[in-house]
């Protein structure tokens, strides 16, 4: 079946670093849907990508799909500490969504 | 307008014993899903309904879970009997009819001693 594969699993980055984390299918995507989940709490849904090639812009939030959509990218400019949590992305499959296994982001003051 | 609301919260049992979990979606939102997530793990489709109809379990071990969302609005999940493997954060979330975005419980934690 299809899989959906997060890296990095883990980062640390000082307050004021940028941060990546890149999603991968094992197959081509439809939609692509971006979450964070801070620590104790739930998913909370950030965006959606359709088109091959798209780049949309929360902020200092910046998120990518790939041409070929198999990947996507979440990029945050300039980490801060209420940047901590997991983000997850989510990957449209037959009939729902698959989500990815998620990047562990870790803001030092 | 109020969210997704699951109870209980937490549920410490003992293996072998049965448990439910209780979950009302965002009024109108008349999709529904049960997701299980393991520690350090993304969130894993377990039911998903459409009103009153379960459109995709094929994820869910009919052997012992079961779930139920009989007039189309809440929904209830239950477990029995329980297993150690089954600790985890249970959640529950809902979105409108045809619409992508799902909007996520807080979660019930199952502990299985």
């Known amino acids: 079946g299809q899989q959906v594969m997060q890296i990095p699993q883990y980062q640390h980055v000082q307050e004021g670093e940028d941060f990546t984390t890149y999603c991968n299918s094992s197959t081509t995507l439809s939609n692509i849907q971006w979450y964070k989940q801070r620590p104790g709490g739930h998913p909370v849904f950030l965006i959606q990508?359709?088109?091959?090639?798209e780049v949309k812009k929360q902020k200092r939030l910046t998120f990518q799909y790939e041409e070929k959509k198999k990947n996507s990218s979440l990029h945050i400019t300039a980490t801060q500490t209420t940047d901590v949590g997991t983000y997850f992305c989510?990957?449209?499959?037959?009939?729902?969504?698959?989500f990815g296994t998620g990047t562990r982001l870790k803001v030092l003051a | 307008e109020a969210g997704v609301v699951q109870s209980p919260r937490y549920k410490i049992i003992e293996k072998k014993q049965p448990v439910a979990f209780w979950c009302n979606p965002i009024?109108?939102?008349?999709?529904l899903y049960w997701y299980l997530q393991n520690l350090g793990q993304g969130p894993e489709l377990l039911i998903r309904?459409?009103?009153?109809?379960?459109?995709?379990d094929s994820q869910l071990p009919k052997d012992r879970f079961s779930a139920e969302r009989l007039k189309g609005v809440d929904s209830t999940l239950k477990i029995q009997p329980a297993e150690l493997g089954d600790s985890a954060v249970y959640l529950c979330a809902s979105s409108f009819q045809g619409e992508d975005t799902q909007y996520f419980g807080p979660g019930t934690r199952l502990t299985v001693l």
């Open positions: 309904y459409e009103n009153e109809e379960a459109v995709d």
């Open positions: 989510a990957a449209a499959g037959t009939y729902k969504y698959i």
């Open positions: 990508l359709v088109k091959s090639g």
């Open positions: 009024s109108g939102h008349n999709t």
